[in-house]
């Protein structure tokens, strides 16, 4: 039944286009949509018939927001940062997907070469994207073993190992031909762009006079460039005469969940595929959209994107300022077909591991809810973790219906350790008394790892702060494996080990655990490199950080000899440190 209050808002949504936030009783944001008319898509979430899924999302709603843009366009790109900004969970996410590898060449005239996954600046120049981080690599250490282009980030006082090698032009101490510069970074975009004949031409040349020289080290490093220039570039090319870049989308959609599939044409090769599934809450066509326009956020626009139909090409046009076309015909059409076909029979392959894992959630949210006679959607669960009352530390992970929200994950560093009930009266205090002091809102459940004393000791805690807190506790077995739920009236809740509540529950407290353990060895790592570097004189900031650098760990430090350690610091603080670290041997 629609309230009242939504019914009044209703009444006030304008004919123009825009983007709606759907809110909970708590005021959390559900949903974050786009729309040409505001009020005919708000509407229609309030009235007809919907899935499951969408009824799912409709039933939590109490309230919403919706900001007016002048265009469609401003709707799809306010959206993108809403989504990006609050990682609302009905809507489909792949901000976290990965991004994928590119090779820059930078603009200044002494340029180097090297791998990103952040397309930053546009003056730059990027190529990609690649299949994996391995392959963009071995493309980038080629590039520079067979070019004399700049290495280093920033440009040194002095030449360095490279320029001894003849692998750079030394920059730093000279100056540098502009048409030398201008040649290799030709070279190098030909070479980046599949024109490999004439560099391996050369190669193979040079590989002969060594040969003939009886360089045969020499020329044994040569062969292995021309082999790995080989094994890079050997893609699955398309014939497309033009060979210009394009990357080509689509979708399909069956039982609740939709496929997408991408496939990214560089120089007629198709260099990687991207692959997501999700439950659908929304207009498929909207969450294709978004697909998009999210996976944009983190890569570069091609010339020319291709697109099924009905797809709205002139708003993701006018977005992307790039041309994206429906191919009715031919080639392109055919590659359209396939991309389709592909996120079909993925999309087969996997519908039943997702759809069972998502069944399994709301099964165990499902438990969860009947246990406890109200809607559970935000767990808050602690683990604290110390030696010997050192680096005492806690962990605090959030789920919400069943998922991590690593947003908002915390970590404490506490006070001197007494015991484990007095740690665990010290992070839930600082916890949620800064909640209340916030005025933010509870979450539905706390969650502590431990039995009857850790319970009270919250309970303590709650009573003291006068909270509205829900508090139960994990009980464990002889073996300090899980077995059930003990709810803040000392009553214990056992937990049939198929039960999908059982699995979401060991997950949450494997997942609390590690991140308590991961923060406090971070600090105890950091601590036993402070405790050790800083009580040598002669060792700053400065040193310490060049030190870690060079060496990477305190292990590797202590191997290193007084002759290496001299290499980063001067001999004599070198000697010292050196005592120092052996001291106890």
Not at 545 to 563: D, E, P, T, V
């Amino acid at each position: 039944m629609i309230t009242q209050h939504l019914q009044d808002k209703l009444a006030l949504l304008p004919d123009k286009p825009g983007c709606y936030i759907m809110k909970d009783e708590d005021g959390n944001i559900l949903y974050v949509g786009k729309a040409k008319i505001l009020k005919n898509r708000v509407r229609s979430y309030f009235h007809g018939v919907h899935n499951y899924k969408t009824t799912r999302l409709v039933e939590r709603i109490r309230d919403f927001e919706f900001i007016v843009t002048a265009s469609e366009k401003e709707a799809l790109l306010l959206e993108i940062n809403l989504i990006k900004k609050y990682t609302p969970p009905f809507n489909i996410m792949f901000m976290d997907d990965k991004s994928y590898p590119y090779i820059v060449m930078s603009h200044e005239e002494n340029f180097r070469v090297y791998t990103t996954r952040q397309v930053k600046n546009k003056k730059d120049t990027y190529f990609g994207p690649y299949p994996s981080s391995q392959a963009a690599n071995e493309m980038v250490r080629l590039i520079n073993t067979i070019f004399t282009v700049r290495k280093c980030v920033h440009i040194p006082n002095k030449p360095c190992l490279y320029y001894h090698m003849h692998q750079c032009n030394a920059p730093c101490i000279q100056k540098v031909d502009p048409e030398i510069n201008k040649k290799n970074r030709n070279d190098i975009k030909k070479f980046l762009q599949g024109d490999t004949d004439e560099i391996v031409s050369s190669l193979r040349k040079q590989m002969e006079i060594a040969s003939e020289n009886l360089q045969f080290e020499r020329a044994k490093e040569i062969l292995d460039s021309i082999q790995a220039i080989e094994h890079v570039i050997e893609k699955q090319t398309i014939d497309f005469k033009d060979q210009q870049s394009r990357d080509v989308f689509g979708y399909y959609e069956d039982k609740g969940y939709v496929s997408f599939q991408g496939f990214f044409i560089r120089q007629g090769k198709i260099l990687e595929r991207t692959f997501a599934i999700h439950s659908i809450y929304e207009d498929t066509m909207d969450a294709f959209i978004s697909f998009i326009m999210q996976y944009y956020e983190n890569n570069v626009v091609p010339k020319e994107i291709l697109v099924p139909q009905d797809t709205p090409v002139d708003i993701l046009e006018e977005a992307l300022g790039c041309k994206v076309r429906i191919p009715i015909k031919g080639q392109k059409k055919a590659l359209v077909d396939l991309v389709i076909n592909n996120a079909r029979e993925t999309h087969e392959q996997k519908f039943s591991l997702a759809f069972r894992k998502e069944n399994e959630l709301e099964i165990a949210n499902q438990h969860l809810n009947e246990i406890f006679h109200a809607p559970i959607h935000t767990i808050e669960i602690f683990d604290n973790s110390h030696i010997s009352g050192s680096y005492n530390v806690s962990g605090l992970v959030v789920f919400e219906d069943g998922k991590p929200n690593k947003s908002k994950y915390r970590h404490y560093q506490l006070g001197e350790y007494i015991s484990d009930l007095d740690s665990m009266k010290e992070v839930i205090y600082r916890r949620y008394f800064r909640l209340l002091k916030e005025g933010s809102v509870m979450p539905d459940l706390l969650l502590v790892d431990g039995g009857i004393l850790q319970i009270q000791a919250a309970k303590e805690i709650r009573d003291l702060l006068e909270l509205d807190l829900r508090i139960a506790g994990l009980v464990k077995d002889d073996k300090h494996s899980t077995r059930g739920l003990i709810d803040e009236n000392l009553m214990e809740i056992p937990l049939d080990k198929e039960d999908p509540l059982f699995f979401l529950l060991t997950r949450m407290q494997d997942e609390v655990h590690r991140y308590a353990i991961s923060y406090h060895r971070k600090l105890r790592s950091k601590g036993m490199t402070k405790s050790i570097l800083d009580t040598v004189e002669g060792i700053g900031e400065k040193r310490k950080k060049a030190l870690l650098k060079q060496f990477k760990s305190m292990k590797q430090i202590k191997q290193a000899s007084i002759a290496e350690l001299s290499e980063v610091i001067p001999e004599n603080v070198a000697k010292i440190l050196y005592a120092r670290l052996h001291s106890d041997e």
